[in-house]
């Protein structure tokens, strides 16, 4: 049981350069969000999809997109990283809605320099 | 604008004991709310969750106490065991709304 599975498990980009975090889950749930954990903040939700074609923004959307082509993927796009973006960014989904259960991904260490 | 708070960073318990951590929310549109486990370099796992119809849900050694009123929550574990170090986080979601509110995370520690 593969879970959620985040790709890469560390990153170091310089500033300016784009990448995309990978996110994939395997038990069909339609559910999927990013969020991103930062000390003393706890956990930020960065976007969300509800299904395949439909995301929409969470608390702190902005330097980031996503797309949902498919239940299992849900990749994010850092569209030109900022040395703010340093962060620890971890995927989750789950079968229903935000009250569901959600499992999470190991989690990916991203560093901006 | 932190609508779920957790406002004591860390805590310390001795084994056996009781161990409190607490929650405050200020969105009262809040109808649900969920908390997690987190171990260092894992992702966040479900622990235990209540709707705000209840004021109480327990599931073995962990109880979470939902005040509506207060706008305050409370999940207990007893008895504490060391294996329960870890960060303890509240969350929050509103009916209609598909977000959910993460707190700031409490680091619990549990000493022999």
């Known amino acids: 049981n593969a879970g959620v599975t985040q790709t890469p498990k560390f990153q170091v980009l310089k500033t300016g350069q784009s990448m995309t975090l990978q996110c994939a889950q395997d038990?069909?749930?339609?559910?999927m969000s990013w969020y991103r954990q930062d000390p003393g903040m706890g956990l930020r939700l960065i976007h969300y999809s509800v299904g395949a074609g439909i995301t929409d923004q969470g608390e702190v959307p902005n330097g980031y997109n996503v797309s949902r082509s498919t239940t299992e993927d849900f990749p994010l796009r850092l569209l030109s990283a900022a040395p703010s973006q340093t962060s620890v960014y971890f995927c989750?989904?789950?079968?229903?809605?935000?009250?569901?259960?959600?499992?999470f991904g190991q989690g990916t260490r991203l560093t901006v320099v | 604008d932190q609508q779920v708070k957790q406002n004591s960073p860390s805590l310390s318990v001795q084994e056996g004991r009781i161990s409190i951590l607490n929650c405050d929310y200020t969105n009262s549109m809040f109808d649900y709310f969920l908390w997690y486990k987190k171990y260092p370099a894992e992702g966040p796992t479900f622990l235990i969750s209540i709707s705000s119809i209840k004021d109480k849900n327990e599931d073995g050694r962990f109880t979470v106490f939902l005040n509506k009123s207060a706008k305050h929550l409370s999940l207990h574990i007893v008895p504490s065991q060391p294996g329960d170090s870890a960060v303890y986080f509240c969350?929050?979601?509103?009916?209609?709304?598909?977000?959910?509110?993460f707190g700031t995370g409490t680091r619990l520690q549990v000493f022999p």
């Open positions: 038990m069909n749930h339609e559910y």
């Open positions: 969350a929050a979601s509103a009916l209609g709304s598909d977000k959910l509110i």
């Open positions: 989750a989904s789950s079968r229903g809605d935000a009250n569901t259960e959600a499992f």
